[in-house]
Antibody, heavy 118, light 112 residues
Framework: EVQLVESGGGLVQPGGSLRLSCAAS????????MNWVRQAPGKGLEWVSYISGSSTAIYYADSVKGRFTISRDNAKNSLYLQMNSLRDEDTAVYYC???????????WGQGTLVSVSS | DIVMTQSPDSLAVSLGERATINCKSSQSVLHSSNNKNFLGWYQQKPGQPPKLLIYWASIRESGVPDRFSGSGSGTDFTLTISSLQAEDVAVYYC????????FGQGTKVELK
């Protein structure tokens, strides 16, 4: 059974940092591209970042470029999102999402809440 | 970035009636190399992650009831629920994956 479990969310002050993790199981992690998608409270879905299976291709949304860093450790079946210089508008539930064959996402984690507030 | 615009923002439908959600992309998501539309539809219920319903604009994901169908090509797409059930009350999102993902703003489907 495919499982994606996010962790690392919490309350942080503006300008602070946080590192999110996503533990994957039930599939060959290294063969799948992965994405982070966030959802602000009561709002829609916003794509944040993409990483290919071998980490050779990485992309970011303009809203997080230069502040967030996506990475993965295929030996540990884990995906990460290092978030620096956090802003109020980064407050959201952050989901990791498996990308299937250059398409869309067939599996999502349950999400982890990041709250940026003083 | 490709902008996805859904309409309406919300709709109320009686049980057993048809629900239709539209999605328009700011540029074509039809890829000439494989003649596929890089368009998906998701359903999200409160407190849950999105669930993939439709991909390549019209292919139903495994396990999705056949009352859900997707159509359209190029820049204009439609998600249809042929006979609304109580469990279909949710927010629905379209997504393009022609370039890095973008989502529509969502359409909330409620019971009338």
């Amino acid at each position: 059974e495919v499982q994606l479990v996010e962790s690392g969310g919490g309350l942080v002050q503006p300008g602070g940092s946080l590192r999110l993790s996503c533990a994957a199981s039930g599939f060959t992690f290294s063969t799948y591209s992965m994405n982070w998608v966030r959802q602000a409270p009561g709002k829609g879905l916003e794509w944040v970042s993409y990483i290919s299976g071998s980490s050779t291709a990485i992309y970011y949304a303009d809203s997080v470029k230069g502040r967030f860093t996506i990475s993965r450790d295929n030996a540990k079946n884990s995906l990460y999102l290092q978030m620096n210089s956090l802003r109020d508008e980064d407050t959201a539930v952050y989901y990791c999402a498996r990308e299937t064959a250059g398409c869309c996402s067939d599996y999502w984690g349950q999400g982890t809440l990041v709250s940026v507030s003083s | 970035d490709i902008v996805m615009t859904q309409s309406p923002d919300s709709l109320a439908v009686s049980l057993g009636e048809r629900a239709t959600i539209n999605c328009k992309s700011s540029q074509s998501v039809l890829h000439s190399s494989n003649n596929k539309n890089f368009l998906g539809w998701y359903q999200q219920k409160p407190g849950q992650p999105p669930k993939l319903l439709i991909y390549w604009a019209s292919i139903r994901e495994s396990g999705v009831p056949d009352r859900f169908s997707g159509s359209g090509s190029g820049t204009d797409f439609t998600l249809t629920i042929s006979s609304l059930q109580a469990e279909d009350v949710a927010v629905y999102y379209c997504q393009q994956y022609y370039t890095t993902w973008t989502f529509g703003q969502g359409t909330k489907v409620e019971l009338k």
